[in-house]
């Protein structure tokens, strides 16, 4: 209910390679109408594939001494955020609600 309230656009889990996203909680993410991406920093290894996104969106990928990080900001303008996986990773744009 509370993710439905919410209704996010984009989900970051900050979590590691033992622990992270339940794998209730992570398909209760992936069917929310308005979510685009979900990111996380690790592949978590606990719950294998039912509780990670696809490799393309995890920092670290299944390398968990890597360090990589997500960073998330603003346009100057407000109407579009910036999710970006470590200094040189992919930058994706989404537009602000």
Do not use: W
């Not at 622990?19 to 592949?43: S, T």
């Amino acid at each position: 209910m509370l993710l439905k309230a919410l209704n996010p656009t984009v989900c970051i889990a900050m979590n590691g390679p033992n622990k992270g996203i339940d794998p209730n909680a992570f398909r209760a993410m992936k069917q929310l109408p308005g979510v685009k991406a979900i990111y996380a920093i690790h592949y978590n290894r606990r719950y294998g594939d039912r509780g990670n996104p696809p490799l393309e969106f995890i920092a670290n990928g299944r390398d968990s001494t890597k360090g990589a990080y997500i960073k998330a900001s603003v346009a100057p303008e407000a109407n579009s955020f910036a999710v970006q996986m470590g200094k040189d990773g992919p930058k994706r744009t989404y537009a602000v609600k």
